[in-house]
C-alpha cells in the first residue's frame, strides 16, 4: 500500500480558513504511518501541511509536544492552524536541509553534526520530563514482541515465545531500575527526523516526527540517534558521541548496560515494524533496511547484560535466518 499524494479533499476549505487561500499543495512526503506530507506554496511564503487521517492517526500528542517543545526553548514547528475533525494540522516549514541528506553528501560534517545532536538531548536532558506516559515495561515488551510477531512468521520460522518474554524480563530491570533520571523520549529522534535551521538557540536542530514521545530512559535517543535504522553511522563516530555525552551528563555507570539493552530493544523492534510495513502495508522498501538492523542488534547482544536475550536469539534465528534472508521472500 504506496499512500498515493493526492492533497486530502478537506484541504483547500482548510487553507482558505487559516488565510492560505491562494496557495499550492505541493507532495512533499509520506512515512511509515497513514500521515503524509505536503509543502504549502503561496508567493513569498511557505508551511507544511501534515494530513493524519483519523481514526488511522491523532494529531494532538504532535500538537501538544511541539508547544511544550518550544515552550523549553528547542525548535519544533510552530503550529499555524488546525482541524481535528479531518486530521489536517499546517505547521512551521524548516525547509530542506535535513541531518540525512546532508550528511550523505558532506560526511566530513559527521562530527559536528551529532555533536549538535547530542549536546541538544543533554540539554533536554537537564529539564524537567513532560506530562507523558511513561515508556515501562509492557510497553517494551509489547515492542519486542513485534519482531516474533511478523519476522518470525514471514521468514517461517518456528520460535519459542514464552522463552523470547522472559528472556527480555530478566534484561529489562537494569534499564528500569537504572539510575539515570526519568527524561522526555521523542523516541524517534534520527537523522531523517532532525532539521538543520538557521536558529543557534536550539543548536540549528529542527525537530520533527516526537508525537509517540513517552518518559523514560536518556539512552534511548541516544540509540535512535546513534544505532540509526535509515544510515549508517560510524562505529567511532557513534563511540565519541558516547564519550561526549558522559561527559555533559554525568551518567550513573549503569548507563552503557542500559544503552545495549535499550539499543537491542528497539533494534529487535525495528525489524518487527519494517517486516510489518512489507507484509502488510506494502512497502518492500524497508527489506532494504533489515541487514543494518541485524548487524546493529547482534553487536548490542555481544553485551554481557543481554545475555539471556543473546542465548534466546542463538537458540531460536540461526544466522541464515537473519540480515538479508527476507529478500528471497520479496517480490522481485
Known amino acids: 500500500m504506496v499512500p498515493d499524494m493526492i492533497p486530502p479533499a478537506a484541504a483547500p476549505a482548510f487553507l482558505a480558513q487559516a488565510g492560505w487561500e491562494r496557495a499550492a499543495i505541493l507532495p512533499l512526503a509520506g512515512d511509515a504511518s497513514f500521515r503524509r506530507y505536503f ?33 523549553d526553548g528547542f ?21 530542506d536541509s535535513r541531518v540525512k541528506e546532508h550528511l550523505d553528501a558532506r560526511p566530513g560534517d559527521e562530527m559536528a553534526v551529532y555533536r549538535r545532536a547530542v549536546d541538544l538531548l543533554g540539554e533536554l536532558h537537564r529539564l524537567p520530563p513532560a506530562d507523558l506516559p511513561p515508556y515501562d515495561h509492557g510497553v517494551y515488551q509489547r515492542e519486542t514482541g513485534l519482531l516474533t510477531e511478523y519476522y518470525c512468521p514471514a521468514i517461517g520460522l518456528p520460535v519459542d515465545v514464552d522463552a523470547y518474554v522472559g528472556a527480555w524480563d530478566k534484561v529489562l530491570p537494569l534499564v528500569e531500575g537504572s539510575a539515570s533520571p526519568a527524561v522526555t523520549v521523542l523516541r ?68 552503557d548496560a542500559a544503552y545495549a539493552v535499550l539499543g537491542a530493544q528497539r533494534n529487535a523492534k525495528i525489524i518487527g515494524i519494517f517486516t510489518r510495513l512489507w507484509k502488510r502495508d506494502g512497502k518492500p522498501r524497508y527489506l532494504s533496511y533489515l541487514p543494518r538492523m541485524w548487524g546493529l542488534l547482534e553487536r548490542d547482544l555481544a553485551h554481557p547484560a543481554l545475555a539471556p536475550v543473546a542465548d534466546w536469539f542463538a537458540a531460536n534465528i540461526p544466522a541464515d535466518k537473519r540480515h538479508d534472508a527476507l529478500q528471497a521472500f520479496a517480490p522481485a
Do not use: W
Request: no cysteine.
Open 39 to 71: 509543502r504549502v506554496v503561496e508567493e513569498s511564503r511557505r508551511a507544511v501541511l501534515m494530513d493524519a487521517p483519523p481514526p488511522h492517526e491523532d494529531p494532538r500528542p504532535f500538537i501538544a509536544i511541539a508547544e511544550q517543545l518550544r515552550l
Open 75 to 95: 525548535a519544533a514547528p510552530r503550529i499555524l492552524a488546525r482541524d481535528l475533525t479531518h486530521g489536517l494540522v499546517l505547521i512551521e516549514d524548516f525547509g
Open 188 to 255: 524517534d529522534y534520527h537523522a531523517e527526523n532532525i532539521m538543520l535551521i538557521e536558529d543557534p538557540s536550539s543548536h540549528g536542530l529542527g525537530l520533527l516526527d516526537f508525537q509517540d514521545a513517552l518518559v523514560g530512559h536518556p539512552a534511548y535517543d541516544l540509540v535512535s540517534l546513534l544505532q540509526d535504522a535509515r544510515r549508517d553511522v560510524p562505529v567511532a563516530v557513534e563511540a565519541a558521541m558516547l564519550a561526549h555525552y558522559r561527559a555533559i551528563a554525568s551518567p550513573p555507570a549503569d548507563f
